[in-house]
């Protein structure tokens, strides 16, 4: 509890029985039994001191006791309820307006009760203008009026609402009435007419319905007040609980004053405190002014209650720790005074609030206490402070606290870090929102005094270094998330005490990655790939594999310094830094630096070999450069291998087929027959002067073969490998009727068969001029399986020049009837052509003739069906059912279809 108001007496022993009060300005208006109304003046002296004096005493205000009286002083009158009769009177001289009075004399003689409700509206031109709504109970009915200014009467807002009794009191609530019946309250939507019942008012004689600002209502059950909105829906959890019913209530922010029978109780809404009593002689009647004055009205005594200074009330309940209390105080003036310096009450709210916060913390509602911080603009640091071990020491000792901040251990140190995290998560989502040209923020000490800090930057350095320490001690699975955030602030040296001393060099690895420090974050993964002592994710190459794939092709100068390492230890794993499937093509590093990188490492060939592999056959470049480079890596890679296996043969063995030598000798040349096979943008004419007479026959037959030298090409396979079917497949490949070079392979081959000695001759000149010629014979049995089977692929004339003078016609027979029997054939398609062409012409000359026999006659009056004039001597066009038409319009309407 503490003192919020003090009672001075100002009229005492009156000779009347006081009725009802009204208060405006420093006017006292007091309605007595006898029908008096008498006016008085109330002039401050300073503090509890006033001077009161008799200005008016009106006998002839009423014939009856005056129960009720309402001042409007904007449109200065004064509304009064006496003897059933609602009257409006001038507010300075109380003279009855006899026109107002009876634009609501339908309730006349009937009313139980009225409620005005006044809003002070501004104007376009910031002026001033009021608002009058009113309602009266008269009977069963409730009427509803608004104050027309022009004709200063009242005029009815719509038809009267019929009620279920007679209503003992109304208030106003936005655009709802409360009623307060003989035994409950009803809320009615004046717009609707819709009535709701509330709740009844239990033991109490009477309704009592007290307006708490715009929106809320108090309503009274027994010795309960509950506080409603305008849809007659609870607000708070509980009800105001008084020590006995009231009688009486009025709401003075943030206070809820009450009368009751031996005293006056002060109480707070939210939160429910009992601030204070007043003794006094039996207490009935409550009144206030717009500007805060309240009185109090006995039978025959008024009292005056005036508000203790708002400073001396926050500052006795600040040192009474009821921040609560003096956060509302402070709203609740700071909302009275709007004129008032708004940059100085918000900033003596946040002082309040800052010190609950504190207050909070010590009292380990640590929760509560970084939810209110979070709501401030506290500077973080000052928060992070009350942790005595998660700033710099000489950085924290410049923060001033209420007083000495506790340490804490154990669960309360847990929780009080988990309430942490959840105020730097929001703080961090503040400062992300921001404008990035914000580079200033504004904050507020925690102790007036203490210096703030305000660059953003260094704050959110702050913040995400004192998460990571979090994280770190009470939930280290999120460090790693919180840094691979792009835009986390974490102090790199700090960070990096912090996460070595708990053994976090995983997270230090996505530290260094994450701000750019990758030569740092490589050295550390040299030094762990090799240390017994490194955590086990650590030990070996993938984790600098995996780091080097996501370095962009802009830092090939650090993935080519920190791959020598990975390629020594495991070359294959090595390799896969520049052949990452997930590499997008953007990303890869340029072809021609990573061969020339691989060529100067040990075994380079190779790894070129298996890399160029990986460009050509998976990533499908079609660069002819890059296929070359890949056929040239097979021959050197293939040539020692082959020399030493042909060295190693016995004499007078043949070798092996290629690509059937066994090992890896037989696997590498098997792979390049195949590339050469179905590759079709290597450059062969490059490539063959490469390759050696002595070896590599089956690689070169190819390549001569996409170069075109077929002769040559066969030679090797029929002379020098012997291998028939081989040659026979070639021809088969090769082989294009239409292409002057190619439609001539078979004849190639037969003159290999048939005339060896000639054909030889050529094909030593053009590839071995060392070839042996003395062991080649006539083949005459392959030439026959050649002409019989490709009988149609060769020209006969040339396959009849090269049969040799020796040879038996009669093995010629089968050949030369099939070329007889094609020619038959041929000649039959051909005249079986020549008819149906002849036909399908005949056909097309009918119609031809069927048009032409169509005719018409245009003459002087044939119109044109579009536009309908005369077709005349203009260009025209027939059309169907031998209409015709200006070629023009016919066009024009083709298009508006179109």
């Known amino acids: 509890m503490h003192e919020a108001y003090q009672t001075t007496s100002i009229i005492d022993k009156l000779p009347y029985t006081i009725e009802s009060l009204a208060a405006y300005g420093n006017k006292l208006i007091v309605g007595a039994r006898n029908g008096y109304a008498l006016v008085y003046r109330v002039d401050s002296k300073g ?9 008016q005493a009106c006998k002839t205000f009423s014939k009856k006791p005056v129960t009720q009286l309402e001042p409007v002083e904007g449109l200065d009158i004064l509304l009064s309820l006496s003897d059933g009769n609602v009257g409006v009177h001038e507010l300075g001289s109380l003279k009855i307006m006899p026109k107002a009075t009876e634009s609501i004399g339908a309730t006349k003689g009937a009313a139980s009760a009225f409620a005005a409700d006044v809003q002070v509206l501004k104007t376009l031109d910031n002026n001033k203008q009021w608002a009058l709504k009113l309602c009266i109970s008269a009977k069963k009915s409730v009427y509803l009026y608004y104050w027309k200014n022009s004709s200063e009467m009242f005029t009815e807002m719509s038809v009267k609402i019929p009620l279920q009794d007679i209503a003992k009191q109304l208030c106003w609530c936005k655009s709802s009435i409360c009623v307060g019946f003989k035994r409950e309250y009803y809320m009615i939507d004046i717009d609707s007419g819709e009535k709701k019942e509330l709740f009844p008012i239990g033991r109490n004689l009477d309704p009592l319905i007290t307006k708490v600002g715009e929106e809320s209502l108090t309503l009274n059950r027994d010795n309960i007040s509950i506080v409603i909105n305008h849809e007659g829906q609870p607000t708070q959890k509980h009800g105001i609980t008084w020590s006995e019913s009231p009688s009486a209530m009025l709401y003075r922010a943030p206070y809820l004053i009450g009368i009751l029978p031996r005293f006056i109780e002060i109480r707070t809404i939210e939160p429910r405190h009992m601030i204070q009593t007043l003794p006094l002689d039996r207490p009935r009647i409550l009144s206030h002014t717009r500007d805060g004055a309240l009185y109090v009205a006995s039978l025959n005594c008024v009292w005056r209650l005036t508000s203790l200074s708002v400073k001396m009330q926050i500052t006795e309940l600040i040192g009474n720790k009821e921040f609560e209390l003096a956060l509302l105080l402070s709203e609740s003036n700071r909302s009275e005074n709007l004129e008032s310096s708004f940059k100085g009450a918000e900033q003596q709210l946040n002082s309040i609030k800052n010190l609950h916060a504190f207050e909070l913390f010590s009292q380990k509602r640590f929760s509560d ?8 603009p506290t500077d973080p640091s000052h928060v992070i402070g009350l942790y005595s071990d998660l700033l710099p020491w000489e950085f924290r000792a410049r923060i001033q606290y209420p007083r000495e901040v506790e340490e804490y251990r154990g669960c309360d140190r847990e929780n009080a870090l988990g ?25 507020e000490p925690l102790i007036e005094g203490s210096k703030t800090m305000r660059s953003r930057r260094q704050l959110s350095q702050i913040i995400d270094t004192t998460l990571l320490k979090c994280y770190l001690e009470i939930n280290d699975a999120l460090v790693a998330p919180l840094l691979r955030l792009k835009d986390n602030f974490c102090h790199i040296e700090e960070s990096e005490t912090v996460l070595r001393a708990n053994g976090k060099l995983d997270e230090l690895i996505i530290l260094y990655e994450t701000k750019q420090l990758h030569e740092k974050a490589l050295n550390l993964l040299l030094q762990q790939s090799q240390s017994t002592n490194a955590p086990s994710s650590l030990r070996g190459v993938e ?5 080097l794939q996501k370095l962009d092709r802009t830092q090939s100068r650090i993935i080519f310094n920190y791959s020598v390492w990975v390629m020594k230890a495991d070359p294959e794993k090595g390799l896969s830094i520049f052949t990452d499937e997930l590499l997008e093509k953007e990303q890869r590093l340029p072809v021609e630096k990573v061969v020339s990188f691989l060529q100067n490492l040990e075994n380079g060939n190779k790894l070129v070999l298996q890399y160029l592999k990986h460009v050509v056959m998976e990533w499908q470049e079609a660069n002819s450069e ?10 050197e890679e293939i040539t020692p291998m082959l020399a030493e296996y042909i060295s190693s043969l016995p004499e007078g063995q043949s070798p092996a087929p290629a690509g059937s030598e066994g090992g890896e000798l037989g696997d590498l040349r098997a792979q390049l027959l195949h590339f050469l096979d179905v590759s079709k943008l290597y450059r062969a004419d490059r490539l063959i002067r490469h390759f050696p007479y002595e070896y590599f026959h089956e690689e070169r037959a190819v390549l001569l073969g996409r170069c075109g030298h077929h002769k040559q090409a066969l030679f090797i396979y029929v002379h020098i490998l012997q291998r028939m079917e081989m040659a026979e497949e070639y021809c088969r490949q090769y082989y294009k009727k239409d292409e002057p070079g190619d439609c001539d392979v078979y004849v190639h081959l037969l003159s290999y ?6 054909s030889l001759l050529d094909a030593r000149q053009l590839y071995s001029p060392n070839y042996d010629l003395r062991d080649t014979q006539q083949n005459h049995a392959a030439a026959l399986k050649i002409l019989k089977q490709h009988a149609g692929k060769v020209d006969s004339r040339k396959v009849l020049d090269l049969i040799p003078d020796d040879f038996p016609l009669s093995h010629l027979l089968p050949y030369l009837e099939s070329i007889i029997e094609k020619g038959e054939i041929q000649k039959r398609e051909n005249l079986v052509l020549r008819n149906l062409l002849h036909s399908e012409k005949l056909t097309i000359e009918r119609s031809r003739i069927m048009c032409e026999r169509v005719k018409f006659v245009v003459t002087e009056k044939s119109t044109c069906f579009v536009c309908q004039n005369k077709i005349s001597t203009s260009s025209f066009v027939r059309h169907s059912q031998n209409s015709l038409a200006h070629l023009s319009c016919l066009d024009s309407k083709v298009m508006d279809v179109g």
């Open 47 to 55: 503090g509890s001191i006033y001077e009161v004096s008799l200005e």
């Open 626 to 635: 890059y296929h070359d480079q890949l056929v040239n890596s097979y021959r």
């Open 369 to 376: 206490s970084m939810s209110k911080f979070a709501d401030l």
């Open 753 to 758: 068969y048939l005339r060896p000695m000639d």
């Open 419 to 443: 309430a942490l995290i959840d105020y730097l998560t929001v703080k961090r989502a503040e400062f992300s929102k921001l404008d990035k040209n914000e580079k200033e923020i504004h904050t």
């Open 543 to 547: 984790r600098t594999v995996d780091y």
